[in-house]
Each structure stands twice: as C-alpha cells, then as structure tokens.
C-alpha cells in the first residue's frame, strides 16, 4: 500500500537540531517500507500557534504491509523515542517530531477511540488540504505510477494555498548526506529513492 508520511520538527532533543532529528526519524522509518522515498527539507512558518520557531518539514512515501493502526503504533514509538510527550505539549505547538499518516493508499478512515486517543485516525489528514508545507513535499515524494486518485485534488490544493511560504532549506540529494552523518545504514539502491535525480542535480 502506497503510504505518505509528513514529518515536522522545530525543537531540539538529546543535542538533536530539527533537522538531525528528521534524518534519524527517517532512518527509522525506513525499515517500515519498500521503495522507500524522501523529500526535500522545508523551512515554514507555523501556522495556528505563531509564538514559536519555524519547523523544518518533509515527507517520506514507500510501500508498507502494516495496517494504518500498526503504523500509527510504530510512528509513536519513533516520536516518543526522539523526544516527543503528547501529555506535555501544546496543541499546535512546539514538538521535537511529529510524523502524521497524510495518505494510505486510496483508503479513507476516520476511526475514533475514546478509550485511547492515541489510537485516533483520520486519513487523508484532516487538514492536509490547507497546508503547503504538507502539499509541497508529499507531492514531491508520491511516486508518478502511484494509483493515487486524489492526486489531481492535491496538485489543485496546492495551486490554491500557494507556497505560504514554504522554503526550500535541503534537497533530497543534500538531506541524503545528512541521513549519513547520523550514522543511520542509508542509501542502499533496494530500499531507498530520493525523490529528486542527485545525477543531475535537479531540485
């Protein structure tokens, strides 16, 4: 099942900067997938919240066996390992990482557990539509043979939010060396695409 992830971070952990911490959130993403891909890293402003630093955003796409709550239950182990407390932390506000489900496939689901917020999930993301820092990379990472229907929705979305400032801090290629100096296993041709051609130096 083709899946869509969108990554964000604008708080440092354990000597981590936003963008080490979304390399190593990558690096540990990786082995959720096939044909896994990244984008390039984004420098937005935030929206909702603005009393905070800028986030750092991307997006990561590949092929997952896992059911969208077997992801999800993955996903928050990542973020809890690299630093993040959904008890303590402010709505819409400052988090060291926060990786949400965008697409899984052409599944809709909207399943809400009132035992268990954590187990809450609404797919495509509720206000993914809203968003360029989400639109930007996650069309960047969505392979061009993915049986995606809502693509032609997005690509309009997108038109229509406009870039809201989103800036292009790191290139696929350029993140790719990032990744590396984390000490993360990347880069192996079976597993792993960066959604830009490094060879020639495209953006």
């Given at each position: 099942?083709?899946?869509?992830?969108?990554?964000?971070?604008?708080?440092?952990?354990?000597?981590?900067?936003?963008?080490?911490?979304?390399?190593?959130?990558?690096?540990?993403?990786?082995?959720?997938?096939?044909?896994?891909?990244?984008?390039?890293?984004?420098?937005?402003?935030?929206?909702?919240?603005?009393?905070?630093?800028?986030?750092?955003?991307?997006?990561?796409?590949?092929?997952?066996?896992?059911?969208?709550?077997?992801?999800?239950?993955?996903?928050?182990?990542?973020?809890?390992?690299?630093?993040?407390?959904?008890k303590s932390e402010i709505r819409n506000g400052p988090r060291s990482v926060d990786i949400?489900?965008?697409?899984?496939?052409?599944?809709?689901?909207?399943?809400?557990?009132?035992?268990?917020?954590?187990?809450?999930?609404?797919?495509?993301?509720?206000?993914?539509?809203?968003?360029?820092?989400?639109?930007?990379?996650?069309?960047?990472?969505?392979?061009?043979?993915?049986?995606?229907?809502?693509?032609?929705?997005?690509?309009?979305?997108?038109?229509?939010?406009?870039?809201?400032?989103?800036?292009?801090?790191?290139?696929?290629?350029?993140?790719?060396?990032?990744?590396?100096?984390?000490?993360?296993?990347?880069?192996?041709?079976?597993?792993?695409?960066?959604?830009?051609?490094?060879?020639?130096?495209?953006?």
């Amino acid at each position: 099942m083709i899946t869509v992830l969108g990554l964000g971070s604008n708080k440092s952990f354990a000597s981590l900067d936003s963008l080490h911490l979304l390399a190593r959130a990558s690096a540990l993403l990786e082995p959720l997938f096939s044909d896994f891909r990244f984008s390039s890293v984004y420098r937005t402003k935030p929206m909702y919240v603005t009393d905070q630093s800028d986030f750092y955003n991307m997006a990561v796409s590949g092929r997952t066996e896992l059911s969208p709550h077997e992801l999800l239950a993955r996903i928050h182990e990542i973020e809890e390992l690299l630093g993040r407390d959904r008890k303590s932390e402010i709505r819409n506000g400052p988090r060291s990482v926060d990786i949400d489900i965008e697409l899984y496939g052409n599944e809709e689901i909207n399943y809400s557990d009132p035992s268990d917020p954590m187990k809450n999930l609404e797919v495509p993301h509720p206000r993914l539509c809203e968003r360029a820092f989400v639109l930007i990379p996650l069309l960047e990472v969505l392979p061009p043979d993915a049986d995606i229907e809502k693509r032609d929705f997005l690509e309009k979305s997108l038109a229509k939010t406009g870039s809201q400032g989103a800036e292009k801090l790191l290139d696929s290629g350029e993140f790719a060396g990032l990744i590396a100096e984390t000490g993360a296993q990347y880069g192996r041709k079976d597993t792993c695409t960066v959604a830009d051609d490094r060879k020639s130096g495209s953006n």
